[in-house]
């Protein structure tokens, strides 16, 4: 049988657990992509991120503070000892997970969460080895400075670069926003460091007095979803707007990408934005969506189990309840397709080492998915 996920039955099949067929919600000129969903894993609290290990097993955090090994078989083991304390309120918490490429030799695993300080706290990021169940010499290789007041925009996603250099994306931290534009901190900023945290020769500001070497780029609000392009090797990511907005960047060395200055959306409050980028000396996004659809959550597809999809870039969606695939070609965004349209807040999505793709479902009772052909 096959469903389109556009039912309140669907829904209420697809919780518990059962294996259903979905069909996309294809633009009517398209062929639609038929696909199986089924259950992984369930029972895991508010889960951020993912990464999955050489043996099958998936690394996925949990925003409460905790971290979680996951077979293939869907088995979910006891909290992983060694965890770093975290500043859990609204959106911090436990983020996002990162082997490094080095996995097989050095058994590092790398996290990023909101650390706290006090009332205060900011995105920080943390690499330890992975060994028995637990996390061991752990050390802190960035800090958000300064840490603020305030539980909303700490990014964060972590994606290795082909070089080895680590990309973090971080937030505006919310009541903060006109210091994405202030190079002399790392608010609303896309950091580029080395996996042990000293900063690359040739990062944009290393030479900059006033600014803080770590940075890549700035002008972001809260980045949520961060990929490596395949072939080309370059960061891509997505950014939640305002009310409206919502961006999709390929983050340049020094270069500044607006906000709060420039921005497809308006402020909660009513206030307008300026969509105008390059007129004030920012980089245009290559696609936004308004009104917002919440993007979480970004790979490309590279899998020989959906022929179709190879090539493609995911993102999961809070807002818009939804899996978006979006057809590139260099750097452009040629069509945008919905699927599993009107069902899950979809935290994070990855590409499995069998070419399935697999969804982290945002919910006190998160699920783990895993996509296959019909």
Sequence with gaps: ???????????????IGSSLFFSSAAQAQRIQTEFNV????????FPWGMAFMPDGNVLVTEKIGQLRII???????????????????????????????????NRLIYLSYAEPEGSKAGTAVARAELKDGAL???QVIFRQLPKTEGPVHFGSRLAFAPDGNLFITLGDRGDY???????????????????????????????NPQAKPEIWSYGHRSVQGAAIHPQTGALWIHEHGPKGGDEINIPQPGKNYGWPKANYGTHYNGVPIKNEHAEQGFEEPI??????IAPSG??????????????????????GR???????????????????????RFRDVEQGPDGALYLLTDEENGKLLKLTPK
């Design 136 to 138: 061991e010499n752990l």
């Design 38 to 45: 089924r259950l992984v894993a369930e029972g895991l609290k």
């Design 71 to 105: 077979t293939p078989d869907g088995r979910v083991s006891e909290p992983v000892k060694g965890v770093p304390a975290v500043f859990f309120q609204q959106q911090g918490g436990l983020l996002d997970v990162a082997l490094d490429p080095e996995f097989l030799k």
């Design 287 to 292: 696609h936004y969506w308004t009104p917002s």
């Design 298 to 319: 970004m790979v490309f597809y590279t899998g020989k189990l959906f022929p179709g999809w190879r090539g493609s870039l995911f993102a999961g969606t809070l807002a």
């Design 322 to 344: 939804q899996l978006v695939r979006l057809t590139i070609d260099d750097k452009k965004i040629l069509s945008e397709e919905r699927l599993l349209t009107n069902t899950l």
């Design 1 to 15: 049988m096959i469903l389109k996920l556009k039912s309140v039955i669907a829904l209420i099949t697809l919780l």
């Design 177 to 207: 926003m006109e210091e994405a534009q202030n190079l002399s901190n790392h608010i609303g900023k896309i950091i580029r460091i080395r996996p042990d945290g000293s900063v690359p020769a040739d990062n944009p500001f290393v030479n």
